[in-house]
């Protein structure tokens, strides 16, 4: 079972950057959807962001043009580059991986499919003040 953690959470003004990284306990490529998501206090969680097989990202609208999803093969490491970060963005955010369901297409993979990726780390806190 491959174990993910999280980490690069800090914390921030309105406006700055965060890089969070997700080191992989094995060779994560056998895993064909990693994902980040986050969980603000009071909140649902929220799918981010996610990265298929093929290295195609795909966005929550509420990131798209600010979140930079990516991953390392050889290092087994997830990324998520944060620019232009708001005081909503203020979550724990975790990192996932899993497999795509046998039939379904590469595009399953998505932000929002994270809830049935089958293992998630123990998350890195994001702050953002105004």
């Known amino acids: 079972q491959v174990q993910l953690v999280e980490s690069g959470g800090g914390s921030v003004q309105s406006g700055g950057s965060l890089r969070l990284s997700c080191a992989a306990s094995?060779?994560?490529?056998?895993?064909?959807?990693m994902a980040w998501f986050r969980q603000a206090p009071g909140k649902e969680s929220e799918g981010v962001a996610a990265i298929d097989s093929g290295g195609v990202p795909n966005y929550a609208d509420s990131v798209k043009g600010r979140f930079t999803i990516s991953q390392d093969n050889a290092k087994n490491t997830l990324y998520l580059q944060m620019n232009s970060l708001k005081p909503e963005d203020t979550a724990m955010y975790f990192c996932?991986?899993?497999?795509?369901?046998?039939?379904?297409?590469?595009?399953?993979?998505?932000?929002?499919?994270?809830?049935?990726?089958?293992?998630w780390g123990q998350g890195t806190l994001v702050t953002v003040s105004s």
């Open positions: 094995e060779y994560t490529t056998s895993r064909n959807c």
């Open positions: 996932a991986a899993g497999h795509r369901p046998p039939g379904e297409k590469l595009r399953w993979c998505s932000p929002s499919n994270y809830r049935y990726l089958g293992v």
